[in-house]
């Protein structure tokens, strides 16, 4: 090694070492400095996404500018006491006249239709859900919803949007739903009572709630 050859041997050994430890260095460094800005860009992506999502929507009784009777084949199923069912208190009630032997409305044909109440938002709203407490259990019950540019319906045609099923209900209707029905008409349709007593049917609703 003491030699010329040896000497210049040595030399470029040495060259070479510092050569591969400084790309070495190097590419540590690139590493740590690409993690850096990719842990970054990771948070800042988090930081926009959460910033882009909505808040939790905060469910909220919807105000009821009137109520009317459903009585799409005629009067006669006490329209005054409507105010009842809205008063904000389950102790009253809306109640049907009482029909004898048969449980859709006495089987007349002037309440083939049944009965119920429309409530009036007062304007278009989106609506997510009901919640209507019943006189008694065993009445058979939709709800449905006027479209969107219904102005004052009256026929069950008139309520194109479904908030539930036809079915047989217990002491209380209630839904809520996947997307907003967008309306400002609410029916709840009574299509048969519940018995009273021997071969004696009666129907009707304590308290409604439209939730937005």
Do not use: C
């Amino acid at each position: 090694l003491q030699s010329r050859t040896g000497k210049a041997l040595k030399w470029t050994v040495s060259a070479l070492l510092i050569a591969v430890l400084g790309l070495a260095s190097w590419q540590v460094a690139d590493h740590l400095l690409n993690r850096a800005d990719g842990d970054e860009t990771t948070q800042s992506q988090s930081t926009d996404g959460e910033q882009q999502k909505p808040p939790p929507r905060t469910p909220k009784d919807l105000k009821i500018a009137d109520a009317s009777v459903f009585a799409p084949d005629g009067d006669g199923v006490k329209a005054e006491d409507v105010h009842l069912a809205t008063d904000g208190n389950a102790g009253t009630a809306w109640i049907t006249p009482k029909y004898n032997g048969y449980a859709n409305y006495g089987n007349l044909p002037n309440r083939k239709g049944g009965s119920g109440i429309v409530v009036d938002l007062g304007s278009v709203q989106d609506v997510y859900g009901i919640d209507v407490a019943m006189y008694r259990g065993g009445q058979k019950v939709q709800v449905l919803a006027a479209g969107e540019d219904a102005s004052s319906p009256s026929g069950l045609s008139d309520f194109s949007q479904r908030l539930t099923e036809l079915g047989q209900t217990g002491s209380n209707v209630k839904t809520t739903l996947d997307k907003p029905v967008r309306t400002r008409y609410v029916l709840i349709h009574i299509t048969e009572l519940a018995p009273e007593s021997a071969n004696e049917f009666r129907g009707g609703i304590s308290e409604i709630k439209v939730i937005g």
